[in-house]
């Protein structure tokens, strides 16, 4: 096994380290090959580990209070002056509290400012819904120009962090907060954005998720396989913008059912986008969004969450089998249904 | 203020203390630093001033409260328990799963609670909206709120503050919980607001300034507030971060942490001290 490529820190790191952690090390790392990198945060430099690139580069590194409004407005300033500002707050305050700043500052100029968001999703589950974040993938997507990221990992979260660089408008990166179980064991594959990656082949069914829920799909179709026979393919859909079309019609033309599974209300999110391709297809195809059913989580610790709203094997495995029973319309009869 | 209510107050904002040290212990996460802070305060408004039923806590007549600050809901729910609007044991629930004590406080589950807060900035524009309706309505309740001195960078709070001066909302009285410290460290090193009464002078408010954890200080400027005529007022509390609790005190790392069982039960045994000091 190896690690994230980092200097002073080890494998055991990676698979203990929670995914902003590895984030606020990778940019600390990043910063000091590429001079144009600068940090911005909203009073949140230790919780979100943007404190890595702090401690790192101070002079290029700004904390400008609680005012995410501002923050999203100097992060355009900085790129407006040809930096690459990463600009990190909770998810929330991101997409939200700061959304139009980031729609006609940044996304509208199509400047190059990395949002990385941590707290997405219900990780921050007993902190309220306050703190709750199911909307942001729905925001981000609709703003042209801007790219929108969900990595399974730390380890995927480090390859987003770098390859985000190369993009050359603004990205968002929403990460959770925990210490979420890792999917991969080292960086030693191959990641590209928008280009998805099978994690587990299949051919009666598809899964197709983002962020949390691709390591509990992977189980998931590891305990079909064994229990049920089913050959189930998941599909880790890190980049929910730009979709990978292909990877969703070879899904439709070889499978016929699909899955989709996002710690994000199923309005907006992952499954609206995958729904989109299988519609303009012109394919027929079993269909079904799994997630936040349009409605605020109640709280609790994040793991208790993802088993209570059917997020984890055991609640996927449900779905599955549910969708496995259901049978393709043979007549032209919609008086039936 | 009498001392038989004095020492009365002292006690009720020590009890507050030790509730809220529980309940943060008992979740293993929240926010104890900015909750004992501001304890004193909550304590002589809910105890001598606010007029509020815990049997009614819908009162259409009832003053209002608006914690600015949720994420200090540790110190709101223990005056709320305290008060007799929702059960002692259950602030032992605070954050657990499915609780209704989220760690930001909601107005849908929790009796008591006006707003739902937590999102820094926000809770202030609802207390200036729900004075302002009370001016239409008539009606002769007041509206209290307690912002954070962090809070003062989000901008939303001066939109706020111009509001509450141009429709004249002398029904409106605000706190500033001015510990100096917030999660990335001292105000004034990470983003400073100062000089805060200046500024609130600037935009149109009555400014008291006082020791926010001297209860008869703290009682006259909630008196001389209700005498304002035409201004909103907003009372300069000078806390400390983490008040009650020796190893808390001044110390921005208790922003958000929780008490270790040894931590605890010293905090617990500091606070037990101080009222059997009291005598009541």
């Not at chain 1, 229990?227 to 990978?244: A, Y």
């Not at chain 2, 400390?240 to 942490?257: C, I, L, T």
């Amino acid at each position: 096994m190896t690690a994230v490529t980092g200097t002073n820190w080890t494998a055991y790191d990676a698979a203990t380290m929670t995914a902003r952690e590895i984030y606020g090390r990778t940019l600390a790392q990043m910063g000091k090959t590429n001079e144009k990198i600068v940090g911005v945060t909203a009073d949140l430099s230790k919780t979100t580990a943007i404190v890595h690139f702090e401690k790192a580069f101070p002079d290029r590194f700004f904390n400008v209070g609680i005012a995410e409004q501002n923050m999203m407005g100097i992060a355009a300033g900085l790129a407006k002056a040809g930096l690459i500002p990463f600009a990190s707050t909770m998810a929330v305050f991101a997409s939200m509290r700061a959304g139009e700043q980031v729609r006609t500052d940044i996304a509208y100029q199509n400047l190059p400012v990395k949002i990385i968001a941590t707290h997405a999703g219900i990780s921050f589950g007993h902190a309220g819904t306050t703190h709750h974040c199911t909307e942001d993938i729905a925001i981000m997507k609709s703003m042209a120009n801007m790219t929108v990221i969900c990595p399974a990992d730390g380890i995927e979260t480090s390859k987003a962090v770098r390859a985000c660089i190369d993009v050359p408008g603004p990205v968002y990166i929403r990460i959770g907060r925990g210490f979420e179980p890792p999917v991969y064991e080292s960086e030693g594959y191959n990641y590209k954005i928008g280009k998805a990656i099978t994690m587990h082949e299949g051919t009666d069914f598809t899964i197709i998720a983002c962020g949390i829920a691709v390591l509990q799909s992977i189980q998931a179709a590891k305990t079909l396989k064994e229990q049920d026979g089913l050959s189930v393919r998941v599909v880790n859909m890190h980049t929910i913008k730009p979709i990978d079309e292909e990877a969703i019609l070879d899904a439709v033309k070889d499978t016929r059912r699909i899955l989709t599974v996002e710690e994000h209300n199923i309005i907006g999110g992952l499954g609206d986008s995958v729904a989109s391709v299988i519609a303009g297809s012109g394919k027929g195809c079993i269909f079904k969004k799994h997630g936040l059913y349009d409605e605020y989580a109640t709280i609790g610790y994040a793991e208790d969450l993802y088993s209570h709203y059917g997020l984890d094997a055991n609640g996927i495995i449900g779905q599955v089998r549910s969708m496995m029973g259901m049978e393709f319309e043979a007549d032209e009869n919609w008086e039936d249904e | 203020m009498e001392q038989e209510l004095l020492l009365k107050l002292k006690r009720k904002a020590a009890d507050v203390r030790k509730n809220i040290i529980d309940a943060v212990f008992s979740a293993g996460s929240g926010h104890p630093g900015g909750s004992l802070s501001c304890a004193d305060i909550l304590t002589v408004l809910y105890f001598k001033h606010m007029n509020v039923n815990p049997s009614a806590p819908k009162d259409p007549d009832r003053d209002r409260f608006v914690l600015s600050k949720g994420h200090a809901s540790p110190v709101l729910y223990s005056v709320l328990a305290e008060k007799g609007y929702i059960p002692k044991k259950d602030l032992l629930t605070f954050r657990q799963a499915d609780s209704y004590l989220e760690g930001h406080p909601s107005l849908k589950d929790v009796p008591g609670v006006d707003m739902t807060t937590g999102s820094l900035g926000q809770g202030i524009c609802a207390a200036c909206g729900m004075a302002q309706m009370g001016k239409l309505d008539k009606r002769g309740y007041r509206v209290y709120a307690i912002l954070g001195d962090g809070e003062l960078q989000e901008g939303q709070v001066w939109e706020a503050m111009m509001y509450a001066a141009h429709y004249k909302l002398d029904n409106l009285t605000a706190f500033l919980d001015h510990n100096g410290l917030q999660i990335d460290g001292d105000i004034t090193k990470v983003m400073s607001p100062e000089p805060v009464a200046a500024k609130f002078e600037a935009f149109g408010w009555n400014v008291i300034i006082i020791d926010g954890h001297d209860m008869n200080q703290i009682d006259n400027a909630v008196e001389k507030a209700k005498k304002t005529k035409g201004k909103p007022t907003m009372i300069v509390a000078e806390t400390v971060k983490g008040k009650g609790v020796s190893y808390m005190e001044n110390q921005y790392g208790w922003h958000g942490k929780a008490p270790n069982q040894e931590q605890r039960d010293k905090a617990i045994a500091e606070i037990d001290a101080y009222i059997e000091n009291l005598g009541v």
